[in-house]
């Protein structure tokens, strides 16, 4: 079973969402989604400042399985990224809510239409067939 | 878990990168169980052998020889490749891949039947390779003394049967070990001894990152009976010597050396940090087009490495479409890997 901590927010597509004391957001993959790639060898992030839309693809995370699109969960600006993971990839598999989050964004709206841990756990029990 | 041909298999126990890494430094068991063994049997098994398979089954001259090779169709196409064993007797063992079990059988089903020569499936027997520097010594550690010997005397590419089990060194990963085919009833036990003797549990994920390391082909992705050997990077399979050897698929293959292979297998090494997999296309500029076969990331190079199929003029760099975008990939000369060392630029 995959770790869904209950004080984050989700997206559908497996992102986690942590509103951070100053106001901004930080975002990775779920555990369920980093299980499901296997190891991560490679991730692609997005520029520091770069606007993003809500559902804009803005980071890929390759495995040795498969390359999957990181999608912006709320729109904003990129405030940060995490630059450590262009060495070590798979900070992602092994922390995947702490040391392998992937970028901050500076949001320019409210969080809405994000999923709780609990509705999220259904949509990660449905992918798991 | 994943359906592979049938069978289910785990496609890593725990990281799949350091299951690969074990094989390179130390010694990993992958079950491959879902390998069709077929004993080949009677009087004529080695003329239908010698009918059947492009390489030249008269190289066995010894007995438990091991010898790789394609079974071809008449137009050169290549129905599988597998791994021949000379076995008592004038018997012979195949071990034959999995997804192509039931053609492989009523193929050579069919030129049996008019030779009275007996296939025999062993169902009975699971098969699990043990690969890595220390493969042999941990394998030979759980056998008796004389079965301690016995496979620590065996040179590169032999077998021998100890009692009920046939063990090999042979494998798929580029590394030294022993492919040991036991009955299934003993197999389980069998594993957990070899975890014990510090071998570690290895699935398909790695099977797949190793042997494309090792420059080997997989079945379905680098070669099938659309594709001949010669523009797979087999052609050193293929045994035109002695020339009254009449195997099927013989004919088809003189005609395309004679004109020239239209293309040919290269081994691609990309540059960019992303992932090439199979089915992407290959532009070769004033050449032509071209289709990476099979892709992965290598744990040991760091990067991408893949197989490709590309005109036969291709030179020294090609360009990969990779997620919508052409990326360049160094042309080199499988394999990548060989016994932990690092072989390609």
């Not at chain 2, 068991?29 to 098994?45: E, Q």
């Not at chain 2, 030979?140 to 009920?164: C, I, K, M, P, Q």
């Not at chain 2, 744990?299 to 360009?319: D, F, H, M, N, W």
Request: negative net charge; aromatic residues 6%; hydrophobic residues 40%.
């Amino acid at each position: 079973m995959s770790n869904i901590p209950t004080d984050l927010k989700y997206a559908r597509t497996h992102e986690w969402l942590r509103t951070l004391s100053d106001g901004n957001v930080e975002v990775g993959i779920s555990d369920h989604a980093q299980a499901a790639l296997g190891d991560l060898v490679f991730v692609q992030l997005p520029d520091v400042g770069r606007a993003v839309a809500a559902g804009d693809a803005c980071a890929v995370v390759e495995s040795v399985k498969a390359a999957s699109d990181l999608y912006a969960p709320v729109a904003g600006h990129v405030v940060a990224i995490n630059e450590a993971l262009s060495k070590e990839p798979e900070l992602i598999n092994q922390d995947p809510y702490g040391r392998g989050w992937v970028m901050r964004l500076k949001p320019d709206g409210a969080t809405a239409g994000l999923l709780s841990a609990a509705d999220y756990q259904k949509v990660a029990d449905e992918s798991e067939g | 878990m994943v359906d592979f041909g049938g069978w289910d298999m785990p496609v890593a126990y725990g990281s799949q990168i350091e299951e690969h890494q074990a094989v390179r430094r130390s010694a990993g068991v992958f079950d491959v169980s879902h390998m069709c063994i077929v004993d080949v049997t009677g009087a004529r098994a080695r003329d239908l052998l010698s009918r059947l398979l492009a390489n030249d089954i008269g190289r066995l001259t010894t007995l438990g020889k091991a010898l790789y090779t394609c079974m071809l169709n008449d137009s050169g196409g290549v129905i599988d490749d597998l791994i021949v064993y000379r076995m008592e007797g004038g018997d012979y063992r195949l071990v034959v891949n999995a997804g192509t079990r039931d053609k492989d059988m009523a193929w050579i089903g069919a030129h049996a039947a008019s030779l009275d020569v007996s296939l025999l499936e062993r169902r009975d027997l699971a098969m699990l390779a043990i690969q890595g520097p220390q493969a042999r010594e941990r394998t030979a550690s759980l056998l008796s003394y004389d079965g301690s010997r016995t496979v620590l005397a065996l040179e590169t590419f032999f077998a021998a049967r100890l009692g009920e089990w046939f063990v090999a060194r042979t494998g798929y990963t580029g590394e030294d070990g022993f492919e040991v085919m036991l009955p299934a009833s003993e197999a389980g036990s069998f594993w957990q001894r070899l975890n014990g003797a510090g071998v570690r549990c290895c699935g398909l994920g790695a099977r797949d990152t190793l042997r494309l390391e090792a420059g080997m082909n997989l079945y379905g992705n680098d070669m099938d009976e659309q594709t001949h050997p010669l523009e797979s990077g087999l052609g050193w399979t293929v045994a035109f010597e002695p020339s009254a050897r009449d195997f099927i698929g013989r004919a088809a293959l003189e005609a395309i050396r004679i004109r020239g292979s239209d293309n040919k297998l290269v081994g691609l090494v990309l540059e960019e940090r992303t992932v090439l997999r199979s089915h992407q296309k290959v532009k070769v500029p004033g050449v032509g087009d071209g289709e990476v076969t099979s892709g992965t990331f290598s744990p040991t190079l760091g990067r991408s490495i893949g197989l490709a199929r590309v005109p036969s003029a291709t030179q020294a760099t090609v360009e990969v479409e990779v997620r919508g975008r052409f990326l360049p990939a160094r042309v080199v000369r499988p394999p990548f890997v060989r016994h932990g060392k690092v072989l390609v630029q």
